[in-house]
């Protein structure tokens, strides 16, 4: 068996993520393997990719051998499967793959469990310090809540309305889902949320005995290329290699998660401020000469980016060039970019979830829809010259258009 097989057999059904994990309880119970290494849950709607991606960074630059499942919302990858930075080898990615198939198979586990699983075991043959787990869509029934098993912290980024036909139809109810992650006695971590979702997260830690505490605020923070810098308590003068405000968020969360584990885990100063210039993962305010791509794929996340982007311009007019999945609410997406954009072009991709041109009927006479996103944006470039377009919706929309142009 080739990783391209082994692609091929995940990507087949499409079944990245599942909200039901009866079938993955049974399977991890079935093969009684207990994990011993120390283990951090990130979830959230927004930031947990990156809040895992600063957190392993700086405590990969405090001389620890991190373990970091950290899966991007675009396709099943060995790549997502790391150590130390570090991407699990073809070799053993296959490996366990095929000692475990039968059981995969048997148990129907969908790509984000083979996957969590093979990380699992990885972890454990590397002897990791500690593990960095990013959860799929939610916290309860997520597969990276363990059975028999209990996370050092849990860390819960953001709450928006999103994934409400199985989270919830409320930001409590999100709130209440995510934070099922808490197991007894936990320690649990949010961001700055709307004040039912916080309340919902402590009110579950109540019942488990748990504790919650908050992010502070980032302060004096100002963007001068490449470095955007800002203090965070005790630290000041720290930089990200992003123009991308909204990541100072998650750099805090990061910081502050080392501060709650600080006895456990202690991290100088040098490793959390060298380890916060880790490259940012793609396609955040990630910029092509006068082209931004960024993957902002739901309404807070798309607040979050127009609020970073905006005072970066210079005054100079922003075009954007549109494609989501079907399960988004562009009604408060398309508004919301409008604000601040010049216009908005609508367009689609290759993926089998993606908006095609039905999907906008209600939103083309207020924004026109051209098919071939690639011709779109070189329209875009051609009639603006000398002003930003920005190109975001989906992060598979964006890799797709942004592979396949020579910038």
């Known amino acids: 068996m080739t990783i391209e097989d082994i692609k091929a057999n995940l990507t087949a059904s499409h079944s990245f993520r599942r909200y039901d994990n009866e079938e993955w309880e049974r399977f991890f119970v079935?093969?009684?393997q207990d994990f011993t290494y120390p283990y951090i849950v990130v979830t959230g709607s927004n930031g947990?990719?990156?809040?895992a991606h600063y957190l392993s960074s700086i405590y990969q630059q405090a001389g620890y051998s991190v373990g970091c499942f950290n899966v991007s919302r675009l396709a099943p990858s060995k790549q997502d499967i790391r150590v130390s930075g570090k991407a699990i080898s073809d070799g053993d990615f296959i490996r366990i793959y095929e000692q475990y198939e039968k059981d995969f198979s048997r148990y129907s586990l969908s790509d984000f469990e083979i996957l969590l699983w093979?990380?699992?075991v990885y972890f454990a043959e590397q002897n990791v310090s500690l593990a960095i787990l990013t959860a799929g869509i939610g916290g309860q029934h997520d597969a990276t809540n363990l059975p028999r098993h209990s996370p050092l912290l849990v860390i819960i980024t953001t709450v928006s309305m999103e994934h409400t036909a199985v989270l919830g139809t409320t930001l409590s109810e999100i709130a209440t889902e995510k934070a099922g992650l808490i197991k007894e006695q936990g320690q649990c971590l949010i961001g700055k949320l709307p004040d039912a979702a916080s309340e919902a997260v402590r009110i579950e830690a109540q019942k488990k005995r748990g504790s919650v505490m908050v992010v502070d605020n980032c302060h004096y923070?100002?963007?001068?290329?490449?470095?955007?810098?800002?203090d965070y308590v005790p630290y000041t003068k720290l930089e990200i290699l992003s123009p991308a405000r909204y990541l100072l968020d998650f750099a805090a969360l990061a910081i502050e998660a080392t501060k709650l584990l600080k006895l456990r885990f202690p991290v100088s100063e040098e490793a959390v401020r060298k380890g916060l210039l880790v490259k940012p993962l793609p396609y955040r305010m990630e910029r092509h000469r006068q082209v931004i791509f960024d993957g902002a794929h739901n309404p807070e996340a798309i607040d979050a980016l127009m609020k970073s982007l905006m005072p970066l311009t210079a005054g100079k007019p922003v075009h954007v060039l549109f494609a989501s999945m079907r399960d988004?609410?562009?009604?408060?997406?398309?508004p919301r970019l409008g604000t601040d954009a010049k216009d908005i072009t609508l367009t689609t991709f290759?993926?089998?979830f993606a908006k095609g041109e039905m999907d906008y009927f209600l939103y083309t006479a207020d924004y026109p829809y051209v098919?071939?996103?690639?011709?779109a944006l070189q329209n875009l470039q051609?009639?603006?010259?000398e002003d930003w377009i920005l190109v975001t919706g989906s992060e598979a929309f964006v890799k797709e258009l942004s592979a396949s142009l020579t910038l």
Do not use: G, W
Not at 328 to 334: M, P, Q, R
Not at 382 to 385: D, I, K, R
């Open 30 to 32: 079935k093969q009684k």
């Open 48 to 51: 947990k990719e990156d809040t």
């Open 118 to 120: 093979i990380a699992l």
């Open 221 to 230: 923070f100002s963007y001068q290329a490449p470095y955007f810098r800002f």
């Open 328 to 334: 988004k609410n562009i009604a408060v997406e398309l």
């Open 350 to 352: 290759s993926h089998p």
């Open 371 to 375: 098919e071939d996103a690639k011709m």
């Open 382 to 385: 051609h009639l603006y010259p």
